[in-house]
């Protein structure tokens, strides 16, 4: 890879790279655990751990972006990606890492609130 724009992973066919993206999201993220309520930090911990938490499961939710055919989708090259979703590869690497724990999702989550 030489740098040029036709190297670029892109994240949206609106030209937004998965570099942007990513940065984006993780300041979505961030923003998100510094408001969240008290009741949060009972069950899940502390903001710091609910950061790592959602910041490793956003980068792998992401990681599927970079794959070759739904690149080629979003540069227009390809109609589809014969139903593949990009979070689908991202789900095989969650599952073989174990780094991300299920949310909880139960009356009293924070998903919830």
Not at 17 to 36: G, K, P, Q, W
Request: charged share 30%.
């Amino acid at each position: 890879m030489n740098g040029t724009k036709e190297d670029t992973l892109l994240a949206k066919s609106d030209g937004e790279s998965l570099f942007e993206h990513t940065y984006n999201v993780i300041r979505a993220i961030s923003e998100l655990v510094t408001s969240l309520p008290e009741k949060a930090l009972l069950e899940y911990g502390n903001r710091e751990k609910i950061f790592k938490m959602a910041t490793e499961c956003a980068l792998f939710h992401d990681t599927g972006k970079a794959a070759l055919g739904f690149q080629d989708v979003l540069k227009g090259e390809r109609a589809n990606w014969g139903g593949k979703r990009h979070c689908s590869l991202a789900r095989e690497y969650r599952d073989r890492s174990k780094c991300c724990p299920p949310l909880k999702r139960g009356r009293n989550s924070f998903l919830t609130l």
